[in-house]
């Protein structure tokens, strides 16, 4: 019986036959390392370097691992990173949420343009949410299947309804930096309060 992997790579492969000649093929290509599972967060955290999964540590305040050989720290960033990335998600606003959906329900694959980054593929690269990959003569950026899961288990209303809520708190906070200038964040906190239907912690204020 084929593997959900194997599955659900058939599926993208039929939503993307309007594509290019040349983007087919790099689909089938993937699709192939995927169901062999290169797609995997253990698969992806073993193609990193020793200093780059350090690099990610650093990045997520994760402490106590520098003594680990590579293969200890892969098998337990396996287990942690998703934990990580769940929390990060309770934050995320629109842009970074319909990326997110995109690739997760449409193409599972998304193509880095060279002439440079949208502020919400910068972040999902920077938390570690996704890996670049290159396949052909193309960067792209890969949503371990993991984390895929984790999106799918938290979407539905509610969820929509708090990423519309960063939403709105992020463009508050952006007019108000940009009027006041930099702003401590219990100020911060004070003046988004008043402007929102309902207060929010300024630990969430941080966060977003």
């Not at 253990?42 to 994760?62: F, G, N, P, V, Y």
């Not at 098998?75 to 990173?81: C, E, G, I, W």
């Not at 929390?87 to 606003?93: P, V």
């Not at 895929?148 to 288990?153: G, M, V």
Request: charged share 25%.
């Amino acid at each position: 019986m084929p593997s959900s992997t194997t599955k659900c790579w058939a599926a993208i492969t039929a939503r993307w036959n309007y594509r290019s000649g040349c983007e087919q093929r790099t689909v089938k290509n993937m699709a192939s390392h995927a169901a062999g599972g290169a797609f995997l967060l253990e698969s992806i955290l073993t193609r990193q370097t020793k200093a780059e999964l350090m690099q990610l540590c650093r990045k997520l305040q994760i402490k106590g691992v520098s003594g680990l050989r590579k293969s200890r720290l892969v098998a337990y960033l396996r287990q942690r990173l998703p934990a990580v990335i769940a929390g990060k998600m309770l934050c995320w606003d629109q842009s970074i949420y319909s990326l997110v959906q995109e690739i997760t329900t449409l193409t599972q694959i998304h193509r880095l343009e060279a002439e440079g980054s949208s502020p919400a593929e910068d972040y999902l690269l920077e938390e570690y949410v996704g890996f670049p990959e290159t396949y052909g003569d193309h960067l792209y950026l890969i949503i371990p299947l993991e984390i895929q899961e984790l999106f799918f288990a938290l979407d539905g209303p509610a969820y929509r309804r708090k990423v519309r809520e960063n939403t709105e708190i992020a463009r508050l906070t952006r007019g108000l930096l940009h009027y006041y200038g930099c702003l401590p964040l219990h100020e911060l906190g004070k003046m988004l309060n008043r402007l929102l239907p309902e207060p929010v912690d300024v630990a969430i204020i941080g966060e977003v």
